[in-house]
C-alpha cells in the first residue's frame, strides 16, 4: 500500500508543477472569486463553504504526513477532535477569544502528533496506518470518560458561541467567519506550500522515496518523520477548532473513526502530494454526501460508493492529477500547432 501511494506521489510532484506559469493567476482569480461569495450567498451556504476551508487545512495536513513523507495515517480525526476541544474548553470555561484558541490548539495537536510520529520510527506501512487507526477509536472513548467530564462535558458534548464580527463591521457571524477560516487557510496553505517546495520538503519526499538513499545522503530520517508528524497534526488541530468555531458544538460523536476515513477519501480524491488538491478533496466531502442523500433517500451510502469508484476509476491520481494532465496536453497541443 505505501509503495503505491510513493508511486501516485512521485508521478504528482514532478516538475511540470513548477512551470504551470498560469497557476498564481488562477489562485489570484480563486481567491477574489472565494471572497466574493461572502456578499453573494446565504448563511447557509457560506457555512457549508467555511467547512469545506477547513476541511481543506486538515486534509492539507493528512498530505504532509502521507503525500509528501509516505508515512500513511488512519488517524487525524483524532487531532482534529482535539483542536476542537481545546477550542471549545478555552472558550467555554476560561473565555479565551476564539482566535487566540487556534495557537493553543495547534501546539497541543502537534505535541499529540509528534508522541505519535516517535512509533513511525519502527512502524511503516499498514502497520502505521493500524497504529494510527487505533488512535482514532481511541479518542472518542476518551472524551467521554467521566474524569475528563468536567472539561469535555462527557456525552453531552459543549456548546458554544460564534464570534460577533469585530469593530462592528456590517457583516453576520457566518459572513465574518468564513472570511477569518478563509484568511488563516491562505496563511496555511502558503506555509505548506514553501515547506514542501524548500530543503525541508526535498528531505521529507527522499525519506518516502527511498529512506535507505536519503539515511545515506546525512537525511536525519527519525527527526524528519517525527517532526512532519507534528506539523501535520498541528494543522489538523487549527482545522478542527475552525470546525468547532463554526458549528458552536462540539461532541465525542462528532468525532468517530469516519472522520479519519473522511479525511483519507478526501486526500486521494483531491489528489496525493498536491497543494491544490486538498481544496478539491475538502469540496467533495462536503458536497457528494449531499448529493448522494438527494440522489436516494433510502441508499444514499451506496450512491456516494459508486460516485466514490468512479472518481478513482476515472482520476486514478486525483482531481489535481487529472488537472495537471489536462493541462499539459493544451499546452503540448498548442507548442505543437507554433
Known sequence: MSSDISETATIAIEPTESRLSAAPLLVLLGLVGAVALTFLLSNYHLFQLTMVVVYAIAVLGLNLVTGYNGQISLGHGAFYAVGAYITAILMSNYDVPYWATLPAAAIVSGILGFAVGLPALRLAGHYLALSTFALAVAIPQLLKYKGFEDWTGGVQGIVISKPDPPFGLPLSADQWLYLFTLAVAVLLFVAARNLVRGRIGLAMQAIRDHALAAEAMGIHIAMFKTRTFAVSAAFA?????????????????????????????GLVVGGVASIGGAVFGALFIVFVPNFADQVSKAAPGAVYGVILIACMYLMPLGVAGLARGLFMRARGAAARQR
Do not use: C, H, R
Not at 458544538?249 to 479525511?263: C, E, G, Q
Open 237 to 265: 488541530g487549527v482545522a478542527g477548532a475552525l470546525g468547532a468555531i463554526a458549528v458552536a458544538y462540539v461532541a465525542p460523536d462528532s468525532f468517530t473513526l469516519i472522520l479519519s476515513i473522511t479525511l483519507f477519501v
